[in-house]
Nanobody, 126 residues
Framework: QVQLVESGGGLVQAGGSLRLSCAAS????????MGWFRQAPGKEREFLAA?????????ADVVKGRFTISRDNARDNATVYLQMNSLKPEDTAVYYC??????????????????WGQGTQVTVSS
């Protein structure tokens, strides 16, 4: 079982930046892939970025070049960050941190991620 707690959301103007953090704890957390998803009102949850347990990174086209995922591992915990630059009003959503020990080529499918944080709101004003 992995516990995830996000922080860092808020209100920002278009073109601005935010950095989200996700505090992850669990005995084998270093073997988990970590990711970020978001969900806007009336839309399905959307994959944004992932960091595999081998420290490879993957991005959705919609955020590639603007968002960066990074990870700091400790013994039984980790912190995953999502640096978001050049934010747009369409980036407004609830952002979720996720973890999975079932990494595979379909990492972008939310159903494959077994552990989720509570979400943090990001609002980008025009």
């Amino acid at each position: 079982q992995v516990q995830l707690v996000e922080s860092g959301g808020g209100l920002v103007q278009a073109g601005g930046s935010l950095r989200l953090s996700c505090a992850a704890s669990g005995r084998t957390i270093s073997l988990y892939a970590m990711g970020w998803f978001r969900q806007a009102p009336g839309k399905e949850r959307e994959f944004l970025a992932a960091n595999s347990w081998t420290d490879s990174t993957y991005y959705a086209d919609v955020v590639k070049g603007r968002f960066t995922i990074s990870r700091d591992n400790a013994r039984d915990n980790a912190t995953v960050y999502l640096q978001m630059n050049s934010l747009k009003p369409e980036d407004t959503a609830v952002y979720y941190c996720a973890a999975t020990n079932q990494w595979g080529p379909t990492y972008y499918i939310s159903d494959l991620w077994g552990d989720w944080g509570q979400g943090t709101q990001v609002t980008v004003s025009s």
